[in-house]
């Protein structure tokens, strides 16, 4: 059987996901620290870990896990590689309300990337040695799109041809806004899916018709409804309850400092729990205008999904949700 055969009678994750009506709200990556590395492709399925430099990072990122810190590290393609130094962009939370991370990027020389890598995420106070290598992109938007075929077979054959129509109609004509290919951001059966930085703000099942909306923001945010994953600044729950106050709120919503909590949960279903109280404080940039909202998301059905694609491959039951109560509170 040849390669072709056997993609033909796969199952695609993403496919599946939306023939069932499985929503995409909740499921965006919540991280103190994103950490992106210039990494030429091929990149196997387990790059990251595997990977020298990139596993000695990530290695160092799980044990900080153990002090309640999260860091997700990921690889970009060089498509915008300018001299023989290597790329890093670090993305990191705020401590206070935010709209987007904070960012900073670095050409730096290669065999330097580990000793970078522990002053952004470890020791901030030995950032200032590596100041002749800062960059300064403040303005630019950077979307990070999964493009990680060997991950799974759907990033690879709805993220590269989305790339390629990103770059060449929206990236090529604009100098403040970058298109990159990325290693796995998951939930791959949401793709092709990508993350928006600064803000934070993940997309999936992207199809070309949204794509003005969603880079140029010149029409309703409704529109945008059924792409949303979520954003990487609150939790699952505090996600859902997000993508509501944005439908009300209009575009001013995406610039408000904002701060998410969870105030109660189900405990009876740790990993699909039956609902959950959400509050989520919120200030304009000027500080004019604060308030908080708070909610109640209930689970109301379950769909069937398919977390890889492949033949053959298990349907799981997972619970849907939706907010039962939202209420404004001054």
């Keep these: 059987m040849t390669q072709i055969d056997i993609i033909k009678e796969c199952q695609i994750c993403s496919e599946v996901s939306q023939a069932n009506g499985e929503d995409l709200i909740g499921s965006a990556g919540n991280y103190d620290h994103f950490l992106f590395v210039e990494m030429a492709e091929p990149w196997a399925r387990n790059f990251v870990y595997e990977h ?112 390629r129509q990103m770059r060449s109609e929206y990236a090529a004509n604009c100098d403040q806004l970058r298109v990159w290919r990325c290693t796995h951001l998951g939930p791959h059966n949401f793709a092709p899916l990508l993350v928006d930085f600064p803000e934070g703000r993940y997309w999936g099942r992207l199809k070309s018709e949204i794509l003005p909306l969603l880079v140029q923001r010149n029409g309703s945010v409704a529109e945008l409804y059924h792409f949303y994953v979520g954003w990487a600044g609150l939790g699952w729950a505090e996600q859902i309850v997000e993508r509501e106050v944005w439908m009300q709120e209009g575009w001013d919503w995406i610039n408000y400092h904002k701060t998410g909590q969870t105030l109660a949960i189900d405990p009876s279903d740790e990993d699909y729990p039956n609902w959950a109280e959400v509050r989520i404080d919120f200030t304009s940039p000027d500080g004019t205008i604060s308030g908080a909202y708070e909610a109640r998301i209930e689970a109301n059905r379950t769909v069937k999904t398919m977390w890889t694609s492949g033949k053959d491959q298990p349907l799981w039951e997972v619970k849907q949700y939706h907010v039962s109560r939202l209420d404004k509170v001054v």
């Design 52 to 163: 020298p430099q990139l596993g000695a990072i990530y290695a160092m990122a799980e044990d900080l896990s153990q002090e309640q810190v999260s860091i997700r590290v990921m690889a970009i393609a060089p498509d915008y590689k300018t001299s023989n130094q290597t790329r890093v962009l670090h993305y990191q939370r705020p401590t206070q309300k935010f709209a987007r991370f904070e960012k900073r990027e670095f050409l730096i020389p290669h065999e330097e990337m580990m000793s970078l890598a522990i002053a952004l995420l470890k020791q901030s106070d030995e950032l200032s040695q590596f100041n002749a290598y800062r960059q300064q992109t403040g303005h630019i938007r950077d979307m990070m799109l999964c493009t990680h075929g060997s991950y799974d077979l759907a990033c690879g054959r709805f993220g590269y041809p989305l790339y």
